[in-house]
């Protein structure tokens, strides 16, 4: 398990899945805002690639997030998008309602780039959010993500176009104290 100061990364159990299908992909206000793709039920017993891992893609590393006192289910986080020539991938993260604005975010954030440059040996990390989203931006700007561009009116959200932010970090740039 990959730790931070709040939280751990380990591979996903069966027993999240209902609970990340409930409480995560059910909402579907949440997740058009989160996903990239316009919301679908999820089937019980179902092989969506959001919950079930697919050990065999190389691109994409699935975690789920858990309090590292108790391990208290909290969420979802992912490299993807993994490039293994131009040494790059992309971050995201969910966390349970629940779970949300109590500083876990900001700290799968650096345990991502901790994964992505010390264990992957990435040169460069990337996240895209809505441009609305204050707490994701605050959550990457915190670990030394910088903004890089504005991707004017490029994500369909409940019947609007939203722009969305896109946040670079460079290894020779990543500072693990980021965040003090
Ligand atoms: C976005 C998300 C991952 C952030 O994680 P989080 O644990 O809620 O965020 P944190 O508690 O670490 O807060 C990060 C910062 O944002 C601020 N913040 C938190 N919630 C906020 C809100 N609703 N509005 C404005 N600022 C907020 C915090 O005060 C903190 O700022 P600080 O570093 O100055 O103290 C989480 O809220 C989430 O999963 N949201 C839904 C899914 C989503 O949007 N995923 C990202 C898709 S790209």
């Not at 989160?34 to 179902?46: D, H």
């Not at 990390?125 to 994701?136: G, H, R, V, Y």
């Not at 890089?148 to 460079?170: Q, T």
Request: aromatic share 6%; charged share 25%; hydrophobic share 40%.
């Amino acid at each position: 398990m990959l730790r931070g100061n709040k939280v751990g990364l380990r591979a996903r159990h069966e027993e999240d899945i209902p609970v990340l299908r409930t409480e995560l992909y059910d909402d579907v206000a949440g997740s058009s805002r989160a996903e990239s793709r316009p919301w679908r039920p999820i089937a019980p017993g179902a092989k969506d690639p959001r919950l079930v891992v697919d050990d065999k893609n190389d691109g994409a590393v699935p975690f789920s997030v858990v309090e590292l006192e108790g391990g208290t289910l909290l969420g979802t986080a992912t490299l993807w998008g993994i490039d293994t020539h131009h040494r790059s991938a992309h971050i995201g993260l969910g966390l349970l309602p629940s779970a949300r604005g109590k500083g876990y975010g900001t700290d799968v954030v650096g345990v991502l780039c901790h994964y992505g440059f010390v264990v992957r040996s990435l040169h460069r990390l990337q996240i895209e959010t809505l441009e609305d989203n204050a707490a994701m931006l605050r959550a990457a700007e915190s670990n030394g993500f910088v903004r890089e561009g504005r991707l004017r009116s490029s994500a369909w959200v409940m019947g609007e176009f939203l722009d969305e932010v896109l946040l670079g970090l460079l290894a020779q740039d990543w500072k693990t104290d980021a965040k003090s």
